[in-house]
């Protein structure tokens, strides 16, 4: 069983920054790759970030390229993903998974960029 636990989110100006973390407990084997989603007010769930766990393959959404930043410290199991320049449209609940065909899921982290 694998355990993720997001923190971080909150109000934040547009243009800001904010930094949000995700803390995963359990089979480390199941969190070698993990990810960041998001899904808006009356939108589907979609991809923003992936990293596998030697940080060799690194992968993000177009709409987020050149803003955000994931990375992660696996001695802390945690997971980060540093966003900047906030748009209002970055507004979602952020969520981190892990595992084959991200079986796991964190309860999320609300994210609202005021503008």
């Known amino acids: 069983q694998v355990q993720l636990v997001e923190s971080g989110g909150g109000l934040v100006q547009a243009g800001g920054s904010r930094r949000l973390s995700c803390a995963a407990s359990?089979?480390?084997?199941?969190?070698?790759?993990m990810g960041w989603f998001r899904q808006a007010p009356g939108k589907e769930r979609e991809f923003v970030a992936s990293?596998?766990?030697?940080?060799?393959?690194?992968n993000y959404a177009d709409s987020v390229k050149g803003r955000f930043t994931i990375s992660r410290d696996n001695a802390k199991n945690t997971m980060y993903l540093q966003m900047n320049s906030l748009k209002p449209d970055d507004t979602a609940v952020y969520y981190c998974?892990?595992?084959?065909?991200?079986?796991?899921w964190g309860q999320g982290t609300q994210v609202t960029v005021s503008s």
């Open positions: 359990g089979r480390t084997a199941s969190y070698s790759t």
């Open positions: 990293m596998n766990w030697s940080g060799t393959t690194i």
């Open positions: 998974a892990a595992g084959s065909n991200w079986a796991y």
